[in-house]
């Protein structure tokens, strides 16, 4: 597919780096020189650079002969109108990055008024993985598929947890709950386990099923599941007011603390979030953590604009022994420092974003086939969860048992949706015409449910 990415910003640089790797046509334009040269000499893409909102500059970009135009400028009035001039001029879809809050109760209208073919927000899709990650606090990352009906939880093995040492065909015979154990990390391998796969100590394991047979399924390994009711957040940002507003929707008795340093933010804050408590100061001062009680919260989320002072006070937050801890990430060069520090999840808004694109330039590159419905990298980017919606084309994988299939290497059907029933697979399960099929793969960039076959 040939694409256009406007603006190359963190998230801009992250979307074109996937679908670079994919082997997409990609034209990069942006204002700024050294932003294209980081770009033109580490990626496999096309520079042009200019104002993105120019006719003149999009017509050079190629945008008459475009299948797709990104615009994730910092201005979401930019990316808007270079969206609506991408379409007149011939693109056959656009999308748009909108973080404003304001212009986010207005996306229907966007949508029809501009012809956006979708609003991506990366500080509300960050908002809403961390809610997520907060209701299952034994878990360090949460991905929802089939509309929300099942989830993927990630956890790291520890030494109490009784499938140490058990391999999982002795594990799962008992049936403790209807999860499926489908992805593994260990010392930097990753693995598709099968019944013969034995958890140790340290491992990262990814189990998918409904959220009552994973909460069934914690608590037989041997995880207290006491909720989270007090929230400590570190930075005023978007993310945080985000954040504040989906904890909120799934808990209103979820007590909230923010503490921001600039006063204007502050004043917004507690226009904006009238149930929470806004603390002006500076949250890395020992005196105001003590005294407002910072770190006696069940989870503290940091969420600055800087990945120096969000690493700073997760590790502080670990070290005072609060429960569960989270941090905003993104910078890729900081990543492995930071997992050896024991924070709980790591959050990276252009990386979540990054997926979300990854899933819709896959499902229109196969608009005719069982598409991707959702996506989900795991692992460093060597795993990926899909979903997929089992139409007519996948008549070669239809109604035949899985045992009788022949799957690539590495593969693992690990949930189907079939109406309303949730059906964590066997051997002896086929995949009907209409179901939601989840598929866990080490194979990156499958398209298609066909894909999956030898």
Request: hydrophobic share 45%; glycine share 8%.
């Amino acid at each position: 597919m040939k694409i256009i990415i406007v603006g190359n910003g963190k998230v801009g640089f992250a979307i074109a780096r996937q679908m670079a790797a994919e082997k997409h046509d990609i034209t990069l334009v942006d204002n700024m020189t050294p932003a294209l040269s980081k770009a033109d000499s580490t990626l496999d893409v096309m520079c042009v650079q200019g104002n993105g909102a120019s006719i003149s500059v999009l017509v050079s970009a190629g945008v008459r002969t475009a299948d797709l135009v990104i615009a994730v400028t910092g201005m979401d009035e930019t990316n808007l109108v270079c969206c609506l001039i991408a379409k007149k001029l011939g693109a056959k879809h656009t999308i748009a990055r909108v973080r404003n809050p304001e212009y986010r109760r207005d996306a229907g209208m966007l949508k029809r008024e501009i012809g956006l073919d979708m609003v991506i927000n990366p500080d509300l899709a960050a908002a809403r993985e961390i809610s997520r990650i907060i209701s299952f606090p034994a878990a360090f990352s949460v991905e929802p598929f089939a509309h929300g009906r099942i989830d993927m939880i990630g956890f790291q093995v520890a030494e109490s947890d009784n499938l140490v040492g058990v391999s999982l065909g002795d594990y799962h015979r008992e049936r403790p709950a209807d999860v499926l154990i489908c992805a593994a990390e260990r010392n930097g391998e990753y693995i598709i386990p099968n019944g013969t796969f034995v958890p140790r100590l340290g491992d990262n394991i990814y189990m998918i099923g409904t959220k009552p047979e994973l909460q069934k399924m914690l608590r037989h390994i041997g995880r207290t599941l006491q909720k989270v009711k007090n929230v400590s957040i570190f930075g005023g940002s978007r993310i945080a007011m985000y954040l504040t507003w989906e904890l909120e929707k799934t808990n209103p008795r979820t007590q909230v603390r923010i503490v921001e340093r600039n006063t204007a933010k502050c004043l917004h804050l507690a226009a904006q979030l009238p149930k929470a408590m806004v603390i002006e100061g500076d949250g890395t001062d020992n005196e105001l953590i003590t005294s407002e009680n910072i770190f006696e919260a069940d989870a503290f989320v940091s969420l600055t604009d800087r990945d120096e002072e969000n690493l700073l006070m997760a590790m502080s937050a670990r070290h005072a022994g609060v429960p569960k801890v989270l941090s905003k990430m993104t910078r890729a060069n900081y990543m492995d420092i930071v997992r050896s520090t024991k924070i709980d999840s790591l959050i990276s808004p252009k990386d979540i974003v990054a997926n979300q694109i990854t899933r819709y330039v896959r499902a229109l590159a196969n608009s005719e086939g069982s598409a991707v419905e959702s996506l989900y990298q795991m692992l460093g980017g060597e795993v990926e969860a899909l979903e997929f919606h089992a139409t007519a084309a996948a008549a070669p994988l239809l109604h035949i048992c899985l045992k009788d299939l022949h799957l690539k290497s590495n593969i693992l059907v690990a949930a189907i949706v079939r109406g309303e029933e949730i059906i964590i697979p066997g051997g002896m399960t086929c995949i009907q015409e209409g179901d939601r099929v989840v598929v866990v793969s080490k194979s990156i960039g499958l398209q298609d449910l066909t894909d999956i076959l030898a």
